[in-house]
T-cell receptor
Framework: AQKVTQAQTEISVVEKEDVTLDCVYE???????LFWYKQPPSGELVFLIR??????QNEISGRYSWNFQKSTSSFNFTITASQVVDSAVYFC?????????????FGPGTRLSVLP | GAGVSQSPSNKVTEKGKDVELRCDPI?????LYWYRQSLGQGLEFLIY????????KSGLPSDRFSAERTGGSVSTLTIQRTQQEDSAVYLC??????????????FGPGTRLTVL
């Protein structure tokens, strides 16, 4: 069975601080996909990144970076020099290849508050 | 617009009444998902449609919940004899999934259902 854990329920940082959101997953598949989504106060989920299990290269996109480590089943997300607009709930999600196109499993989310 | 749309944006109903929630996916997307997000919680998978195949209903919480997708496009989620615990935001997502690659889900703005 697949499972996603986001142990941090809420995080508060001051603007310009760096912050890392943790994501740990469980799967028996060797082929799977990991995702991060952002849900701002407006409520609409925004796709941030997809990573497949064969690509362990870290990804950087502007102030965002992702660290995928299969050895620890983690896919952590770091925001560098955080801004107030980064305040949102962030969800990590997993989809197994054998359930191709079928249900995602989402973590419970981490609420990030960036204070000015 | 080009995104996923949902209607109504808000629905208030009395306990015991039936409600219908509508989702218009992105044109050309063959996969459609329904999720439920209770206040402060993560996303709970409800049902998945892929083209004209039989839907994956494994996430539906009870037989009061049903969904259909007409013509492989618009979907309606129906909740019969609503209960107060059905109060949540119901999110719809679509994706363009194919046999050789997996694409991210694009989410609609959700329908906030309140059962009094």
């Amino acid at each position: 069975a697949q499972k996603v854990t986001q142990a941090q329920t809420e995080i508060s940082v001051v603007e310009k601080e760096d912050v890392t959101l943790d994501c740990v997953y469980e799967t028996r598949d060797t082929t799977y996909y990991l995702f991060w989504y952002k849900q701002p106060p407006s409520g609409e989920l925004v796709f941030l990144i997809r990573r497949n299990s064969f690509d362990e290269q870290n990804e950087i996109s502007g102030r965002y970076s992702w660290n995928f480590q299969k050895s620890t089943s983690s896919f952590n997300f770091t925001i560098t020099a955080s801004q107030v607009v980064d305040s949102a709930v962030y969800f990590c999600a997993l989809s197994e290849a054998h359930n191709y196109g079928q249900n995602f499993v989402f973590g419970p989310g981490t609420r990030l508050s960036v204070l000015p | 617009g080009a995104g996923v749309s949902q209607s109504p944006s808000n629905k208030v109903t009395e306990k015991g009444k039936d409600v219908e929630l509508r989702c218009d996916p992105i044109s050309g997307h063959t996969a459609l998902y329904w999720y439920r997000q209770s206040l402060g919680q993560g996303l709970e998978f409800l049902i998945y449609f892929q083209g004209n195949s039989a839907p994956d209903k494994s996430g539906l919480p009870s037989d009061r919940f049903s969904a259909e997708r007409t013509g492989g496009s618009v979907s309606t989620l129906t909740i019969q004899r609503t209960q107060q615990e059905d109060s949540a935001v119901y999110l719809c997502a679509s994706s363009s999934s194919g046999p050789s690659q997996y694409n991210e889900q694009f989410f609609g703005p959700g329908t906030r259902l309140t059962v009094l």
